[in-house]
């Protein structure tokens, strides 16, 4: 049985920071693809960040928006994946969702578009205020 549990969520004024969490069972982190994907009320999906496992090592991908501020990274220990968000913006704010496959993410599209990943958390909600 998969599933995924975010958590860390929360309220955070503009600039702030939040280091988001997510649990994973059924599905090992340092073989598989797991992302963070975000959604505003009336705004699409969006893929956030994403790391993965590809032949040559250790992948990550990162939507335009975040580059710079938000870090993804993983404890093979713990079967978790982390979303370190720094530099906080009101537009950041969402309901944030962990979401995998046991397959690998080979591209951009894969990681960080809606269509790969199979299994989904229940989310998180991140509010940042100005």
């Known amino acids: 049985q998969v599933q995924l549990q975010e958590s860390g969520g929360g309220s955070v004024q503009a600039g702030g920071s939040l280091n988001l969490s997510c649990a994973v069972s059924g599905i090992s982190v340092s073989t598989g693809c797991v992302t963070w994907f975000r959604q505003a009320p009336g705004k699409e999906r969006e893929g956030v960040a994403t790391i993965t496992q590809v032949i040559d090592g250790l992948r990550t991908y990162y939507t335009d928006s975040v580059k710079g501020r938000f870090t993804v990274s993983r404890d093979n220990a713990k079967n978790t994946v982390a979303l370190q968000m720094n530099s906080l913006k009101p537009e950041d704010t969402a309901m944030y969702y962990c979401?995998?496959?046991?397959?690998?993410?080979?591209?951009?599209?894969?990681?960080?578009?809606?269509?790969?990943?199979?299994?989904w958390g229940q989310g998180t909600q991140v509010t940042v205020s100005s």
């Open positions: 979401a995998a496959t046991r397959a690998a993410c080979l591209t951009s599209i894969q990681a960080l578009g809606r269509g790969w990943h199979n299994y």
